[in-house]
């Protein structure tokens, strides 16, 4: 006969084999990335300098840049055109792009720096319509004087005067093209001359 | 001797009592997960971008052109990155709006094909204007609507590099404007 027994184990006997399932959470990382933000700004700043400038154009039409050459004048003559051109080709010596944002009146001015026996006068300019760049079409400025042969002055001279689209006529600006020539008489044969022809662009008539 | 014979008797018992079972336990626990919903954008550091999230600025400008890009622009970065994340169902889709009252049609935006980050390749979304300058309207107007293989684009996001610049003529001389671009990613087309 055997007397019945509370039987008890100790988990550090471990007498018979347990098996312990145990499933570990599964944990994600939720706060990593949060849906907040939608939209982002960002801000910009623009400031706009005046612009009121000068520079010299060329294309094929528009032969020189810098310098303007007479070589092997014929001093028999009382009146020649630069190296390369004649009258009524078509081309110009010398094209000037005038821009401005200002929104004002300006005048363009030309004159001639010699030294004798090569005077101003002795220098000659024409000066035809100029052209709106930004349009293609002729400037609404007005020119002083007819288009015909003028000589230099020894001063500046206005020769343009901007029009309403003129005074703005950015990005482009007004194209004025000057052809140029020269009275040889009086100079001496076998001898170079040099003049420097200054073009002001300006607010003041 | 009958006494010692029942003694031996019960200790046999005892110990075969003891071994004749395997005992088993099972314990489960139940695991529960929840994936946030991410829709969001960022700006690209200064690392992938000329300008970060700071002010784009346009300094002593003379006007004698129609694109001006911003000053301290470079070409080997965009001007400005977003990255675009979303980990939801269908489309999400980035858009851009300008609020000036003094720029409007003036501010223009390039963008090039984005990139998903998680693989480092073109995504196969579409840009509205690829390649080309835009100009930037006042209301929010889509730029880029999210492709098959960035709908969903988590956690890296898509990058996309954008690109300004603006048009002066017109603008008064001696004077400063100011602007605010606003990007914004949604799931509405």
Redesign the interface.
């Known amino acids: 006969m055997f007397k019945e027994r509370q039987l008890s184990f100790k988990s550090d006997r471990d007498m018979s084999r347990k098996i312990l399932f145990l499933l570990i959470a599964l944990t994600f990382i939720t706060t990593s990335i949060s849906a907040i933000d939608t939209s982002k700004t960002t801000n910009i700043t623009i400031a706009i300098e005046n612009a009121f400038s000068m520079e010299f154009y060329t294309d094929q039409n528009v032969v020189y840049r810098d310098i303007v050459p007479f070589t092997n004048v014929d001093p028999s003559k009382s009146i020649v055109y630069p190296d390369g051109r004649a009258e009524f080709d078509g081309k110009s010596d010398v094209g000037v792009v005038c821009k401005s944002n200002a929104g004002t009146l300006w005048y363009f001015k030309i004159h001639a720096i010699t030294n004798p026996p090569l005077t101003a006068d002795k220098l000659q300019y024409y000066i035809s319509q100029p052209y709106d760049r930004n349009t293609g079409a002729q400037a609404d400025g007005t020119i002083t004087q007819s288009p015909k042969w003028y000589p230099f002055s020894s001063t500046p001279t206005s020769v343009f005067t901007a029009g309403f689209h003129d005074m703005s006529n950015l990005p482009f600006g007004t194209l004025i093209t000057i052809n140029f020539a020269l009275n040889p008489s009086g100079l001496n044969a076998g001898q170079a001359y040099s003049a420097a022809v200054v073009y002001t662009m300006t607010t003041a008539p | 001797m009958k006494k010692l014979a029942g003694i031996l008797i ?1 200790a046999m ?1 005892i110990v075969l ?3 004749s ?11 529960s ?11 690209a550091t200064t690392t992938d971008s000329t ?1 970060g ?14 694109v001006v890009t911003p000053t301290g622009h470079v070409t080997s970065k965009p001007d ?1 990155g ?1 990255i675009c ?1 979303y980990n939801g169902a269908g489309n999400w889709y980035a858009k851009v709006n300008l609020a000036t009252t003094t ?1 409007t049609g003036k ?1 223009s935006r390039y963008i090039s094909q984005p990139t998903n980050r998680n693989t480092s390749t073109a995504t196969n979304g579409t840009v509205t204007g690829l390649d080309a300058w835009t100009v930037i309207p006042a209301l929010a107007t889509t730029v880029y609507a999210s492709g098959t293989n960035d709908s969903l684009n ?2 890296l996001g898509t990058f996309i590099g954008v690109n ?1 610049a ?1 048009d ?19 799931t509405t087309p």
């Open positions: 019960m018992v009592a003891t071994t079972a395997f005992a088993v336990t099972n314990l489960t626990q139940s695991a997960v929840t994936i946030a919903s991410v829709l969001s954008i960022e700006f300008f999230s700071g002010t784009i600025p346009w300094t002593s400008i003379t006007p004698d052109s129609t400005i977003l994340k720029l501010l988590t956690p300004f603006l002066p003529t017109g603008l008064a001389t001696g004077s400063t404007y100011t602007g605010t671009i606003t990007y914004t990613i949604t």
